[in-house]
């Protein structure tokens, strides 16, 4: 019943990569924002990244360089290249979606993805 739904996370060791997607249905149309957050326990939910309907790209600063943030538009779908991990990238990733259903424009998350950086 989920609208948006990430995959691919996983255990990783430094300087590994992993790969992340992210589905939103095909309900939500008119998408303004996809994009990733993440949040480590103990700690608030941070932006990772996002990119909007216009491509333009926002990055965290700690990732800059490390991460890619994509998407297919047609497929209602992000995904986000993780490259040369470190251990403070472990945290549960969540999918955002910000668009339309029907003629509401609202927030979408999805239920998260555990990434986890261990040597």
């Known amino acids: 019943q989920e609208q948006v739904v990430e995959s691919g996370g996983g255990l990783a060791q430094p300087g590994e990569s992993l790969s992340l997607s992210c589905v939103a249905s095909?309900?939500?149309?008119?998408?303004?924002?996809m994009g990733w957050y993440r949040q480590a326990p103990g700690k608030q939910r941070e932006l990772v990244a996002t990119?909007?309907?216009?491509?333009?790209?926002n990055y965290l600063h700690r990732v800059k360089g490390r991460f890619t943030i994509s998407r297919d538009s047609a497929k209602n779908t992000v995904f986000l290249q993780m490259r040369s991990l470190k251990l403070e990238d472990t945290a549960v990733y969540y999918c955002?979606?910000?668009?339309?259903?029907?003629?509401?424009?609202?927030?979408?998350w999805g239920q998260g993805t555990q990434v986890t950086v261990s040597s």
């Open positions: 955002y979606v910000l668009g339309y259903e029907g003629t509401w424009h609202r927030d979408y």
């Open positions: 095909a309900g939500i149309y008119n998408i303004d924002v």
């Open positions: 990119i909007t309907n216009d491509d333009e790209i």
